[in-house]
C-alpha cells in the first residue's frame, strides 16, 4: 500500500460544478498536511495547508480526519483555470522534514 | 521577490558526464529539498538540508551528491549521469514548523 493515496482520476467536470478529491495516508504519525496543485510541465505550488478544525479559502474547502487517516478537497464553482493536478502532501514524521506527496489527480474543468 | 531559484531550466547530457544543478533561495528559510519526478511516480526526495552545515539522504540518493553551500544555496550534482537520471528535478525550500515547502522552476534533464 502506498503511504498516500488519492483518487485515481481523471476528473472531468464542467464549468461551475462542484468537485471533492480524496486522500489517504498510512503513517499516522503525520503532523502536517498540504494539497498542493501542479499545471502541466510547471512546479507545484501550494494551494492550501489543512487544519484539524477543517479550513476554506475561497471557493476551496480542506477537511482532515486524522482518525481515519484522511484528507479531503472541496472545490466549488469550479472555472476552467482550476484545471491541473492536485497533490495531497503530508509529513511523514514528527519533526516534518519529510513530506510525501501523493500521486495527484488530474481535473479538467470543461466548457 | 524570486522566492527559489534553479539554474539551468533544460539540460542534456550523455551517459557518464557529470553536471551540478543549481538552487537558491532568497525567503532565509532553513530547511532546502531536492525533488525529482518522473510520470506514474510522484515526486521522490533525493536529499534534504534541515538547515545550514547539514544534509541527509532522502528516499532516492543514489547517484546524487548535494552541497549546501550556505543559507541560501543547495546544490545536486551527478557525478556519473545515467539514463535513469533523465527526469524533472525540483529544488524547494521551507521554514521550521508546521510550513509548507516553496518549489523552484525546475530543471528538465534528459541523459542519452
Known amino acids: 500500500r502506498k503511504e498516500v493515496e488519492q483518487d485515481p482520476g481523471p476528473f472531468n467536470v464542467p464549468e461551475g460544478a462542484t468537485v471533492a478529491f480524496n486522500c489517504t495516508y498510512s503513517n499516522s504519525a503525520s503532523q502536517s498536511f498540504f494539497w498542493y496543485r501542479q499545471d502541466c510541465r510547471k512546479e507545484p505550488k501550494l494551494l492550501m495547508s489543512v487544519y484539524s478544525s477543517g479550513n476554506e479559502d475561497g471557493r476551496f474547502t480542506a477537511q482532515l480526519n486524522r482518525a481515519s487517516q484522511y484528507i479531503s478537497l472541496l472545490i466549488r464553482d469550479s472555472k476552467l483555470s482550476d484545471s491541473a493536478t492536485y497533490l495531497c502532501?503530508?509529513?511523514?514524521?514528527?519533526?516534518?522534514?519529510?513530506?510525501?506527496f501523493g500521486p495527484g489527480t488530474r481535473l479538467s474543468v470543461l466548457p | 521577490n524570486a522566492g527559489v531559484t534553479q539554474t539551468p531550466k533544460f539540460q542534456v547530457l550523455k551517459t557518464g558526464q557529470s553536471m551540478t544543478l543549481q538552487c537558491a533561495q532568497d525567503?532565509?528559510?532553513?530547511?532546502m529539498y531536492w525533488y525529482r519526478q518522473d510520470p506514474g511516480m510522484g515526486l521522490r526526495l533525493i536529499y534534504y538540508?534541515?538547515?545550514?552545515?547539514?544534509?541527509d539522504k532522502g528516499e532516492v540518493p543514489n547517484g546524487y551528491n548535494v552541497s549546501r553551500l550556505n543559507k541560501r544555496e543547495f546544490s545536486l550534482r551527478l557525478e556519473s549521469a545515467a539514463p535513469s537520471q533523465t527526469s524533472v528535478y525540483f529544488c524547494a525550500s521551507r521554514e521550521v514548523g508546521d510550513s509548507p515547502l516553496h518549489f523552484g522552476n525546475g530543471t528538465r534533464l534528459t541523459v542519452t
Open positions: 525567503m532565509n528559510h532553513n530547511s
Open positions: 502532501v503530508v509529513t511523514r514524521d514528527n519533526y516534518g522534514q519529510n513530506f510525501v
Open positions: 538540508s534541515a538547515s545550514e552545515g547539514t544534509t
